[in-house]
């Protein structure tokens, strides 16, 4: 009797670990894959406070940040980056040299390793920008010039692309309009990332800028958002990035009444903390109240 239970055991343990092995052998199968995410995109608009920061899990198991923050973040980014599986970053993308988008930069190039590196061809003398360019140095990486017609990414299994659409021209005088912008579709779904690009920017991309998620440029100012921009791009979701109670009123009413017009979804970093857009190629699934950096401080 006892010896037959224990057949009966062993038989369906047996059973059990063939057919995991025989689903496993099926493409895109949940088990034994690197990662969760593995074959979605996933897009991590960190609650940083005032500033920037996203990160991207690629559906081909690579990412990208965009931007970091002020310079107080970077160990925090490290942590989030660390807590979805991933040691590295293979693009890291600053969109312009002011500090709420590249101050921590330097940190993270310092303590994480780093792949490609995209920075607008402008330049400033501040001392988080020193930094980055020392800390760049120092790790033999040289950052690519960020302009409109560089491909980041052409993934063609995945289907798979990123594209930097701007700046067209260097502005100078105004770093916010020499952001750099790009364009990443996944299979049927697109996103756009706006950096600080105000209006004058905005109207030069002479690509195509239609996307269904869209990171609204310079935390929601009204010298950005225009309406004949939100007529280009066309999204489905917008997302806000800013700091809680900041000094700048960001986001300006204005574009809150523009984005409610243009009828999409709205989600905000001071609100909701951060916020992520999970991408299958087809759908997205948006999720809020993820790990704060900035209220973490
Ligand atoms: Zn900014």
Redesign the pocket.
Known sequence: MRRRSINRVTAFVLSAVILLFSLSSCDGFPFFTGSLTEGKLVCHYLDIGQ??SIFIELPNNKTMLIDSGENYHGAGIITYIKSTGHDKIDYLVGTHP?S??IGSLAYIVRNFEIGEVYLPKVSTNSKVYEDLLKALKNKKLTAKSGKAGVNIIDDSDKNLQADIIAPVKLDKENLNNSSIIIKMTFEKTSFLFTG?AEKSELASVKSDLSADVLKVG??GSSTSTTKDFLKKVNPKIAVISCGAGNDYGHPHKNTLKLLKQADCEVHRTDREGTVSVTSDGRDYEVKTGLSSIARAK
């Open positions: 500033g920037d002011h709420d988008h600080d310079h935390h």
